[in-house]
């Protein structure tokens, strides 16, 4: 395996990733996080730190760093994510053509990947502290048919779109394409692959089509409970292997989360909030 041949040590393939169903809807926010213990604490807020424990000294860690906000900073993005009566977060439009698609100014990050790969679900994660706000998601592929916008406020926009492949809408391409191509707001296009199974050929094209764009993007890996550590290594590895090599406009850190535990999630919201300019890092040497 591409993981092992790079050195990297197991250790338990449960640990980490063990939070119970019963608890799992309690840790929405940091301040529920900050009760439990510093390991789990920092699988939650840290997934790739936590997942670097099982690297061996010779596996070069460096693209494993590049945004690594204090939890003060993921704070302060969290307070984004919460819907009040002068910062409301909201479901706004749906579009099935560019002429459709909704005039906003504000800054704008778009979720795409194949239909299943968890796009909905991350977003339902990431607005989980505004539970008023309907995101929908199924187990059925190609649920999304459209471009769906949900206001955060005047802070930014983020949209949810149909997916690719299996049962994907016939027009999809007509409906994505442009929307990635022209859109000026666009400041951040995040791409989703399913951590459990590994970049496959079909994220590969979508990958080439983000390139082609010239926008810059970032690899989301989605579903982390599902599979074992070593599993999620070997894909992890396996995919910065396809970042350092075939890419220029990707961020070369994935980010690790999991929709169902809420891993990786804070530490998403405040890329977002950064991204789009809503918050100032005190760390300033974060980009
Ligand atoms: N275990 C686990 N399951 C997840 C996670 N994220 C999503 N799922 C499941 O994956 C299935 C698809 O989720 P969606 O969020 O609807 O996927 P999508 O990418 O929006 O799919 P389309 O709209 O069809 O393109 C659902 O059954 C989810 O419950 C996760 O982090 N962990
Ligand atoms: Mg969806």
């Known amino acids: ?27 929405a926010s940091l301040h529920s996080v900050r009760t439990l213990s510093q390991k789990k604490m920092q699988s939650l807020l840290y997934p790739l730190s936590e997942l670097e424990s099982y690297l061996d000294r ?27 009566s002068t910062h409301k977060i909201d479901y706004h439009s749906s579009a ?63 949209i949810d779109m149909p997916g690719f492949g299996h049962r994907a809408p016939k027009d999809f391409v007509d409906m994505v394409e442009p929307y990635l191509y022209t859109r000026k707001n666009l400041v951040r296009t995040f791409l989703l692959v399913d951590g459990s199974v590994g970049i496959q050929k079909v994220d590969m094209i979508a990958l080439e089509m983000c390139e082609e764009t010239r926008c810059p993007y970032v690899v989301v890996m989605t579903k982390t409970d599902k599979c074992g550590v070593g599993v999620l290594l070997t894909n992890l590895l396996n995919l910065q292997r396809v970042v350092e090599t075939q890419t220029s406009s990707c961020l070369p850190q994935p980010f690790l989360v999991s929709s169902l535990h809420y891993g990786g999630i804070y530490l998403l919201r405040c890329f977002i909030a950064h991204v789009t300019g809503s918050v100032r890092l005190k760390d300033t040497s974060q980009s």
Do not use: W, Y
Request: glycine share 6%; hydrophobic share 40%; charged share 25%.
């Open 1 to 27: 395996m591409f993981g092992l041949q790079l050195g990297l040590r197991l250790q338990s393939r449960a640990g980490a990733h063990t939070v119970t169903r019963r608890s799992v809807h309690k840790l």
């Open 58 to 84: 010779s596996v070069d860690r460096t693209h494993f760093q590049h945004f690594k906000p204090s939890v003060e900073d993921m704070a302060a993005a969290e307070k984004l994510f919460c819907s009040s």
């Open 96 to 158: 099935e053509r560019m002429e459709h698609v909704p005039a906003l100014k504000q800054p704008e990050v778009c979720f795409i990947g194949r239909s299943n790969v968890g796009k909905s679900s991350l977003i339902k994660a990431l607005f989980s502290l505004s539970p008023e706000v309907e995101v929908r998601v199924s187990k059925t592929p190609g649920h999304t048919k459209k471009m769906n916008f949900f206001k955060v406020g005047k802070a930014f926009t983020v």
